[in-house]
Each structure stands twice: as structure tokens, then as C-alpha cells.
């Protein structure tokens, strides 16, 4: 979705190197959310921000952290990167409406991160 | 743990045919459900969503059915097209209120001119 959008696209990096993928949307939204994804794996959930002052782990947040600069920008950082962490990475985002509470998140193109 | 898994991983079929993607859910909790599209060196994106007090719902050319008995979620895909192949991914929301969605593995469909 183009109102999502990630940096970088694609990242090669080594071992013990700190890592800042940067995600940005355009959609108003309140919600975003880091996912990372693995081959038979599907998407797990690291980290949610609910507001600017509002930060969740996820399931797997292990060896992560987030910022959530603005309500258009949350970043997520490894600080020092592993191999194990070589995956796809998803930034999404979804609104909180009123008369209903759930919304489908929007995806942006995600970042392909290699750790050697 | 609770979890949500696909019966199949890959499914292949006839241009023109209908398609059926199946998810188990395990969750008896969850009230929420999406069933995702993943394009190749794409993100997911949304096609049709279904909340647990309704059984069926239909969008242009999905349908989506929901068995809570079983604890079952299906996706189907009228008159399958070259452009419908792709990763599907159901996701149920297993946070309550605080709405966090849990993705299944997903399945793999390859639609054959």
C-alpha cells in the first residue's frame, strides 16, 4: 500500500551492527505495528504502538526496540544484529474506529534484512 | 498455545475454477478474522474480513465462511484468475479489545493457464 512506506527497502548488514528500519504512513492512522516474516513461519508480531505514547511487545521482541517519533513514524531497531534475525520485515497500520472496533491493518512493502 | 493453521500449503488449480483455502483456528476466544493476499516482493493486502457473530460473508468474487463449531475459517475464490496466485494468509484477532491479529502459516496458490 503506497500510504505505508519502509526504509530501506533492502539492508545487508553484519553481525553486532545496529540496524534502524524506518517506517512511515500517510493514512492518519493511530495504530502500527512491526511484523517480521519467515519462510513457513508466516508473520509474527515484535512490536505495536496503539498512540505516540503507547508501546506494546509482541510476541517476539526479543533483540528489537521501537520508537514511535510521531503518529506517522515507527521505527524499529536491532541493536545489535544477529543472523537469526535475516527475515522480512512488515510495518502496518490500522485506525480505531468508534462504531467499530476492528479494522484490517494496511501493509507497507515491507524490508528485506540480511544478517551475516 | 492457541494458534492459527492452514489444511493445506499449496493448492494449484484451473483457470476458470473455483478455489477453496482453508485455516483451523484454535483460538475459541477470537471475534475477529482476516484473510490477507501476499503478491510476490509484496506486503499483505486485505481482501475480506468476517467477525465471529456472522457465518458467511461475500465480497467481489471471495466468500468468506466462518464454522465456529469447528473451529474453521475458508476463503473461496470464484472463477479463479492468473492474478489471484499468490500466498493467502488467514488472521484471527486473539487480543480481545486490544486487537492483535495472529497469522497462519499461509497457502501457497498457483492458478494454471
Known amino acids: 500500500d503506497a500510504d505505508v512506506t519502509q526504509t530501506p527497502r533492502n539492508r545487508i548488514t553484519k553481525t553486532g551492527k545496529r540496524i534502524m528500519l524506518e517506517c512511515s504512513q500517510t493514512?492518519?492512522?493511530?495504530?502500527m505495528y512491526w511484523y517480521r516474516q519467515d519462510p513457513g513461519l508466516g508473520l509474527r508480531l515484535i512490536y505495536y504502538?496503539?498512540?505516540?505514547?503507547?508501546?506494546n511487545k509482541g510476541e517476539i521482541s526479543d533483540g528489537y526496540s521501537v520508537s514511535r517519533q510521531a503518529q506517522a513514524k515507527f521505527s524499529l531497531s536491532l541493536e545489535s544484529a544477529i543472523p537469526n534475525q535475516t527475515a522480512l520485515y512488515f510495518c502496518?497500520?490500522?485506525?480505531?474506529?468508534?462504531?467499530?472496533?476492528?479494522?484490517?491493518?494496511?501493509f507497507g512493502p515491507g524490508t528485506r534484512l540480511t544478517v551475516l | 498455545g492457541e494458534s492459527v493453521g492452514l489444511h493445506l500449503p499449496t493448492l494449484s488449480v484451473q483457470e476458470g475454477d473455483n478455489s477453496i483455502i482453508n485455516c483451523a483456528y484454535s483460538?475459541?476466544?477470537?471475534?475477529?478474522f482476516i484473510w490477507y493476499k501476499q503478491e510476490s516482493g509484496k506486503g499483505p493486502q486485505f481482501i475480506i474480513d468476517i467477525r465471529s457473530n456472522m457465518d458467511k460473508r461475500q465480497g467481489q468474487r471471495v466468500t468468506v465462511l466462518l464454522n465456529k463449531t469447528v473451529k474453521h475459517l475458508s476463503l473461496q475464490i470464484a472463477a479463479t484468475q492468473p492474478g489471484d496466485s499468490a500466498v493467502y494468509f488467514c488472521?484471527?484477532?486473539?487480543?480481545?479489545?486490544?486487537?492483535?491479529?495472529?497469522f497462519g502459516k499461509g497457502t501457497l496458490l498457483t492458478v494454471n493457464p
Open positions: 488472521a484471527e484477532n486473539s487480543g480481545g479489545s486490544n486487537y492483535k491479529l495472529t
Open positions: 493514512k492518519g492512522h493511530d495504530r
Open positions: 504502538s496503539f498512540d505516540v505514547k503507547d508501546i
Open positions: 483460538n475459541s476466544a477470537s471475534d475477529y
Open positions: 502496518a497500520t490500522s485506525d480505531q474506529d468508534g462504531l467499530r472496533s476492528y479494522n484490517e491493518q494496511f
